[in-house]
């Protein structure tokens, strides 16, 4: 188990940055976020620890190697033997139950499936030491000859577990050099509790709702009415985006306390108007690094229509297989690539002629659908909640239960839509804009923004009380 919610805000955070700001030097700074990350990970078990240093001492004798070789053939056999070993090692963890499933149902052997636990955040820091390798095999970062300082990037526990997905290209100067200015710490606690705030109070809340709407169980599910369900997915539409953009905001946040500039990993997908914009908005950080290190290598849109589709093809495949070991998640990433197909193919072009709202209602309606394939890693399950939604589980349309939820939920609700909107976003930037441009009044923009966090805090702080473990989706990726 990963830091309870209120150990790590209140205990291991302060802690983590009391040291770090004790420390005088970069380097005393390093290493003390060195130790804290690798307790933090620790903490989920030890053994998993050595997991992380293992793969980061491969990818950093990789780098070295291939950066010290005069010879392409060679500098390429590392690449490929440090790609390879590293994917292998994702690959036991991941999909070994996976693929001894599909031979047990074709073979029937083996007669037992080992239980292999997945090491959390390995997904994540295996896509950035492989980012690391490659930028060496290019040229475009120098190799990192200190393997603690590899080890710093692999393991800094702001985004570790569950991203953003950090090229070293994008911190390589701030591990050396950087310092932190108190506007930008400010701007990172802020950021840190908006976070803590999105994912405690509403992603929290969203997901007992969805939980309560849309059971697991078969059986419960077929007595859901089809409202219920219809608005259970609403709800976990909402949870998983508040959820993730949550995390990705305390990361940034927390990296931005200690010098670090994390990119940006959301930029409000709702508002999309195609599936082509919502994934230039989705989880920025996995898309670009398949982009970059699939897409791109594999030819891109450079050689005819046919291969771009082909290389799409590879791309969602690889961008379902890697959110989960589940034939649910491969259904989902080539569910998107059907649609990037039509609309690199004609919808883009047609939509030039069709009105902004009608582009909107249409990519609200293809992500909705999207996030059933998600949500469901049964099949027979997701069969269930799709006969239902359309009443041909004989469970009607409605019901007072639900209707009740509905009802003490509806501000809940409203509440959530909006923060997953750039509503919120640009009422603050007019407010600041308004204290500005008041002279008699300069000192109330510095009270907003010094209140405007510590009541976020107290928020969170009272939705913890409740419960003192909140595991994030992605966790499980």
Same mark, same amino acid.
């Given at each position: 188990?990963?830091?309870?919610?209120?150990?790590?805000?209140?205990?291991?955070?302060?802690?983590?940055?009391?040291?770090?700001?004790?420390?005088?030097?970069?380097?005393?700074?390093?290493?003390?976020?060195?130790?804290?990350?690798?307790?933090?990970?620790?903490?989920?078990?030890?053994?998993?620890?050595?997991?992380?240093?293992?793969?980061?001492?491969?990818?950093?004798?990789?780098?070295?190697?291939?950066?010290?070789?005069?010879?392409?053939?060679?500098?390429?056999?590392?690449?490929?033997?440090?790609?390879?070993?590293?994917?292998?090692?994702?690959? /036991?963890?991941?999909?070994?139950?996976?693929?001894?499933?599909?031979?047990?149902?074709?073979?029937?052997?083996?007669?037992?499936?080992?239980?292999?636990?997945?090491?959390?955040?390995?997904?994540?820091?295996?896509?950035?030491?492989?980012?690391?390798?490659?930028?060496?095999?290019?040229?475009?970062?120098?190799?990192?000859?200190?393997?603690?300082?590899?080890?710093?990037?692999?393991?800094?526990?702001?985004?570790?577990?569950?991203?953003?997905?950090?090229?070293?290209? !994008?911190?390589?100067?701030?591990?050396?050099?950087?310092?932190?200015?108190?506007?930008?710490?400010?701007?990172?606690?802020?950021?840190?509790?908006?976070?803590?705030?999105?994912?405690?109070?509403?992603?929290?809340?969203?997901?007992?709702?969805?939980?309560?709407?849309?059971?697991?169980?078969?059986?419960?599910?077929?007595?859901?009415?089809?409202?219920?369900?219809?608005?259970?997915?609403? %709800?976990?539409?909402?949870?998983? /985006?508040?959820?993730?953009?949550? /995390?990705?905001?305390?990361?940034?946040?927390?990296?931005?306390?200690?010098?670090? !500039?994390?990119?940006?990993?959301?930029? /409000?997908?709702?508002?999309?108007?195609?599936?082509?914009?919502?994934?230039?908005?989705?989880?920025?950080?996995?898309?670009?690094?398949?982009?970059?290190?699939?897409?791109?290598?594999?030819?891109?849109?450079?050689?005819?229509?046919?291969?771009?589709?082909?290389?799409?093809?590879?791309?969602?495949?690889?961008?379902?297989?890697? !959110?989960?070991?589940?034939?649910?998640?491969?259904?989902?990433?080539?569910?998107?690539?059907?649609?990037?197909?039509?609309?690199?193919?004609?919808?883009?072009?047609?939509?030039?002629?069709?009105?902004?709202?009608?582009?909107?209602?249409?990519?609200?309606?293809?992500?909705?659908?999207?996030?059933?394939?998600?949500?469901?890693?049964?099949?027979?399950?997701?069969?269930?909640?799709?006969?239902?939604?359309?009443?041909?589980?004989?469970?009607?349309?409605?019901?007072?239960?639900?209707?009740?939820?509905?009802?003490?939920?509806? %501000?809940?609700?409203?509440?959530?839509?909006?923060?997953?909107?750039?509503?919120?976003?640009?009422?603050?930037?007019?407010?600041?804009?308004?204290?500005?441009?008041?002279?008699?009044?300069?000192?109330?923009?510095?009270?907003?923004?010094?209140?405007?966090?510590?009541?976020?805090?107290?928020?969170?702080?009272?939705?913890?009380?409740?419960?003192?473990?909140?595991?994030?989706?992605?966790?499980?990726?």
């Amino acid at each position: 188990m990963v830091f309870s919610s209120m150990i790590f805000v209140f205990l291991f955070l302060p802690l983590s940055l009391l040291a770090y700001f004790l420390c005088k030097t970069t380097k005393q700074k390093n290493i003390s976020l060195l130790v804290s990350s690798l307790i933090f990970y620790s903490w989920g078990g030890p053994k998993y620890l050595l997991i992380l240093l293992s793969m980061t001492a491969i990818c950093w004798g990789a780098g070295i190697l291939i950066d010290r070789s005069d010879e392409e053939k060679v500098r390429k056999m590392i690449l490929i033997a440090a790609i390879v070993l590293m994917l292998a090692i994702l690959g /036991y963890f991941k999909y070994t139950g996976f693929f001894l499933g599909i031979l047990q149902g074709i073979t029937g052997f083996p007669e037992n499936i080992p239980q292999i636990v997945l090491p959390i955040g390995i997904s994540f820091y295996t896509f950035q030491l492989l980012s690391y390798v490659v930028d060496v095999y290019r040229g475009e970062v120098p190799a990192q000859e200190h393997y603690w300082k590899l080890l710093l990037y692999s393991s800094l526990f702001h985004q570790c577990i569950a991203g953003p997905i950090v090229r070293y290209q !994008h911190v390589a100067e701030e591990i050396d050099h950087r310092r932190v200015k108190l506007s930008e710490m400010a701007d990172g606690m802020t950021r840190f509790m908006v976070g803590l705030a999105k994912k405690l109070i509403l992603a929290d809340g969203l997901a007992t709702l969805a939980d309560r709407l849309v059971p697991a169980d078969v059986s419960s599910l077929k007595a859901t009415p089809a409202l219920g369900i219809w608005m259970g997915i609403l %709800f976990y539409m909402l949870q998983i /985006y508040l959820d993730f953009s949550a /995390y990705s905001d305390m990361a940034i946040g927390m990296g931005r306390m200690v010098g670090f !500039h994390y990119h940006e990993n959301f930029d /409000y997908p709702y508002v999309s108007k195609s599936v082509t914009e919502f994934w230039r908005r989705w989880h920025i950080s996995l898309g670009s690094f398949f982009r970059d290190y699939v897409y791109i290598p594999l030819g891109g849109n450079r050689k005819g229509k046919v291969r771009q589709y082909v290389n799409l093809f590879i791309v969602w495949f690889l961008t379902g297989m890697w !959110h989960g070991a589940s034939w649910n998640y491969i259904f989902w990433g080539l569910y998107f690539f059907c649609f990037l197909v039509l609309e690199k193919g004609f919808l883009l072009e047609k939509f030039k002629k069709v009105p902004k709202v009608v582009q909107h209602i249409y990519l609200l309606v293809v992500v909705y659908f999207g996030w059933i394939l998600f949500r469901f890693t049964d099949l027979g399950v997701m069969g269930t909640a799709l006969k239902g939604m359309f009443g041909l589980n004989g469970n009607g349309f409605s019901s007072m239960q639900v209707g009740i939820v509905l009802k003490s939920n509806i %501000f809940f609700i409203i509440v959530a839509i909006i923060g997953s909107t750039p509503l919120p976003k640009k009422a603050v930037e007019k407010f600041a804009l308004f204290c500005r441009r008041r002279f008699a009044i300069p000192h109330l923009l510095y009270a907003a923004e010094l209140i405007y966090p510590i009541v976020l805090l107290v928020l969170s702080t009272m939705t913890m009380a409740g419960n003192s473990y909140h595991p994030f989706l992605y966790f499980q990726f």
